[in-house]
């Protein structure tokens, strides 16, 4: 099946009805700054977009939807009130900083003329991530950017979907679960289980680091020139069935020699050897394979519980190409492990200090446009956890993924041990990954899950 073929399947939806407004903190909180670690600096100053979508459990049950999740909403912002600030640039213009200025979030209300049930296998595409989440106007200022834009779209046949647009230098996938438990807390009439903090300086001061220390994840690779404008990504999602998973953790076995590896390590070895092949990468270049992992736990002390902002760092898996493509998976396995175990507390750390003695050193130093690939195994995120008390989502996780290369693990809508794998890629390099038998033997592709991103 041809990329032309799948998205000429998708179904057209229009918004019927629209209205903004701002929701602001219940009692307003005393105006302040509050400093960006070097984690928050580090992530792109961009805003992550996710999609929940939700059906009528019984007749009329979704009605007042809109009252109660704003109505809670404002009570959260008194807890999480950085989300109803802006960000803007630090003294100096080296890194962040947010103003805590009780600004507010902005509320869409939608309506659209369309069904869940137009939504095959619940996958979203980029005609409905135009519609159901919002987009924020990048050509202003940072300042004048909301942290947080959050709509909700009824649907014709009683369900709703919400979307959100949240700054990633406000919070990562850890904090952006915090609050989103919190407020589904907030909405079943519970008291707020897990109260955020915000001492970022938790991470700063880690040490001086030598010249000669930057990690091999931060080294910076020679600029490749920007495709011509009228080369087109595509996004797509592949679902990997326990069934399949059990195959890909046979394959990475091998002969036992390296021993068991785990359904991370093994999938992560599967995906890069599949996309550098769909890449057509020459065999004596080097291919890197970036993942993000959640630092709280791997230094010492850990992070508190609750700790709301950014705490990441990236694992990095060099290899020749030949050795990807022509070795038993075990080999790229082992490589993904040994990153893995490597994220002692000493290297994290010694990573942030070097990183800290950067100026305007950002994630984008990985070089998408050529052989890196990144990718976040966010498959254990509760995102199906989301209930405001009208039930669980049908379907839920990130609404798009805009950067070539770029490969997120999601837990998946047909069951807690599937997984959902969202990559993107130049339209060419799907192509060939789409007519990669060894990589398709393994994943179940569905007709509505494409999207070109124009």
């Not at 109660?68 to 003294?91: D, I, N, Q």
């Not at 996958?123 to 947080?148: A, G, H, M, R």
């Not at 909405?187 to 091999?216: F, W």
Request: aromatic share 10%; proline share 6%.
């Amino acid at each position: 099946m041809g990329i032309d073929e799948v998205t000429e399947s998708v179904p057209r939806m229009r918004i019927i009805s629209s209205k903004t407004s701002i929701v602001y903190l219940e009692f307003p909180a005393e105006l302040h700054v509050l400093s960006c670690s070097i984690c928050d600096n580090f992530v792109r100053p961009t805003h992550v977009r996710t999609l929940y979508l939700y059906r009528e459990t019984s007749p009329g049950a979704n009605e007042h939807v809109t009252t109660r999740l704003k109505a809670a909403l404002a009570k959260l912002l008194v807890v999480f009130y950085p989300m109803a600030g802006r960000v803007r640039r630090a003294e100096g213009n080296i890194g962040y900083e947010i103003h805590c200025n009780n600004k507010g979030v902005v509320w869409v209300d939608a309506e659209v003329d369309g069904t869940i049930d137009d939504f095959e296998n619940f996958q979203p595409n980029y005609v409905f991530n135009k519609l159901l989440v919002p987009t924020v106007d990048y050509s202003v200022s940072i300042e004048f950017q909301p942290v947080q834009i959050i709509q909700i779209t009824k649907f014709q046949c009683g369900g709703f979907a919400l979307g959100m647009a949240n700054h990633h230098t406000v919070a990562d996938g850890i904090s952006a679960h915090n609050f989103m438990a919190s407020w589904t807390e907030l909405v079943r009439g519970e008291q707020i289980s897990q109260l955020p903090n915000y001492d970022h300086h938790l991470l700063s001061s880690m040490g001086r680091a030598k010249p000669d220390t930057c990690p091999r994840e931060l080294r910076l690779r020679p600029k490749v020139m920007e495709p011509p404008p009228t080369r087109k990504m595509v996004e797509r999602l592949f679902t990997f069935t326990p069934e399949m998973l059990k195959k890909i953790k046979a394959e990475a076995l091998g002969d036992g020699s390296l021993g068991s590896f785990t359904t991370f390590e093994s999938l992560s070895a599967h995906l890069f050897r599949a996309v550098i092949r769909a890449k057509g990468c020459a065999d004596s270049e080097e291919a890197r394979f970036f993942t993000t992992m959640d630092a709280r736990k791997r230094i010492k002390p850990n992070l508190p519980e609750g700790y709301f902002g950014n705490a990441i760092i990236f694992t990095c898996m060099p290899a020749k190409v030949c050795d990807i493509l022509e070795k038993p998976l075990s080999f790229s396995a082992q490589l993904v492990r040994e990153s893995v175990v490597k994220m002692t507390d000493e290297y994290v750390k010694s990573s942030w200090a070097w990183c800290e003695a950067q100026e305007h050193l950002t994630m984008s130093s990985i070089n998408l446009m050529g052989n890196d690939i990144s990718s976040a195994g966010w498959f254990r995120m509760p995102f199906y956890d989301t209930d405001f008390g009208f039930g669980k989502p049908v379907f839920a996780g990130p609404a798009d993924n805009p950067y070539n290369g770029c490969i997120l693990m999601l837990p998946s809508h047909i069951g807690p041990k599937a997984i959902n794998v969202f990559m993107a890629l130049w339209r060419e390099d799907m192509e060939r990954l789409m007519a990669d038998s060894d990589f398709l033997v393994t994943s179940q592709v569905n007709r509505s899950n494409i999207s070109c991103a124009e």
